[in-house]
């Protein structure tokens, strides 16, 4: 047997260890690996990568030996066609995909093509619906609640200013809720809960009256418009908060550089036992599931889109109920 491997997407802590665990697997089981640079698209164009020793690479390592990349054409038929084809003709019987919601529907789709993958949620996004955590994402809130840390120091030293930390994220607020409720931000904006202008403005101005200063955190698609690569969502917010309360609001970014930071504990385990999950299930015959985590176990999931994560239902009424969400 054969399995493919690709990281897809944006890049995210712990996708080392993940490689390091597909090797390791595959090696014990006499399974072959090929593994490819740039995610599907260097399945279209047969970027293999001549990755020497992939099992000693260092799990705590950042960054990803394996490079990734997005495929913009890939939501064609045609084109995933093309890649079965070629994968088929590489003698190679199953893939892993690892990769955010967006990576892991192009690997449902090609299973729906008739090729076995198995996907693995790697994203600091944490919007992979079927499972409730993803490789990452822990390190990424590490990064952002020890920011929003330092900004409560710095405030309470020096009282009297607003603070607003804009997060990576996209559309799905996990990070910026997580990292925000970990460290007891005053005020938390994601696109799951209200996020109009005039509402933040006067959350603002009450935890002014109340503790003097303001530390808030936004996920960067909070604004209704927002599109992948737009950043500075929280100028807006900032803007308007100026002008009610005369402060000038100080503006922090957690930006890129929370995917190449080295991985905690939990995220290196998270990958270990999901690159395991993984390549077994396609050596069983599988297909078209997540190695993810679900009630805190790890296990296979089906790969679908659809179903909700209440991990972040729980968090978001945690939030409401704290205060820290604009109403």
């Known amino acids: 047997m054969k399995i493919g491997l690709i990281m897809s997407g944006g890049d995210a802590p712990g996708m080392n260890a993940v490689l390091h665990s597909i ?14 640079h740039r995610g599907f698209q260097g399945i279209l164009d047969r970027d293999i990568a001549s990755l020497e020793s ?45 990769g955010g ?13 008739g090729f076995p993958t198995v996907g693995i949620p790697v994203t600091i996004d944490g919007d992979i619906f079927s499972s409730e955590s993803s490789i990452g994402l822990a390190t990424a809130v590490q990064a952002v609640s020890t920011e929003l840390t330092a900004l409560r120091h710095t405030a309470d030293a020096y009282p009297g200013r607003i603070f607003l930390l804009e997060a990576l994220g996209g559309k799905r607020g996990t990070l910026a809720l997580l990292a925000g409720l970990a460290a007891d931000a005053d005020m938390i904006v994601i696109p799951e809960a209200d996020t109009a202008v005039d509402k933040v403005v006067l959350k603002v101005q009450a935890v002014l009256n109340h503790r003097g200063s303001c530390i808030g955190v936004v996920c960067e698609g909070a604004l209704p418009g927002w599109e992948s690569g737009d950043q500075n969502s929280i100028e807006q917010y900032g803007l308007a908060i100026l ?45 078209s599931l997540i190695a993810g985590k679900k009630n805190g176990q790890y296990k296979l999931l089906p790969n679908d ?3 909700n994560n209440s991990s972040d239902i729980t968090w978001i009424a945690l939030a409401d109920k704290l205060g820290k969400l604009p109403k």
């Open 54 to 98: 992939p099992g000693n690479v260092l799990l705590t390592s950042a960054s990803s030996i394996l490079r990734t990349g997005r495929c913009m054409g890939f939501h064609k038929k045609d084109v995933r066609q093309d890649a079965v084809k070629i994968l088929r003709e590489m003698g190679i019987d199953g893939l892993i995909v690892c």
């Open 101 to 113: 919601n967006g990576s892991l529907r192009g690997a449902k789709d090609l299973a729906d093509e």
């Open 23 to 36: 090797w390791q697997t595959c090696m014990a089981k006499k399974i072959g690996l090929c593994c490819f």
């Open 243 to 287: 002008k009610a309360t005369s402060i000038r609001v100080r503006y922090t970014m957690a930006g890129y550089g929370l995917r190449g930071l080295s991985p905690t504990a939990e995220d290196c385990l998270f990958a270990i036992t999901c690159g395991t999950l993984a390549v077994q299930a396609l050596a069983d015959g599988k297909s």
């Open 305 to 307: 889109s659809n179903l």
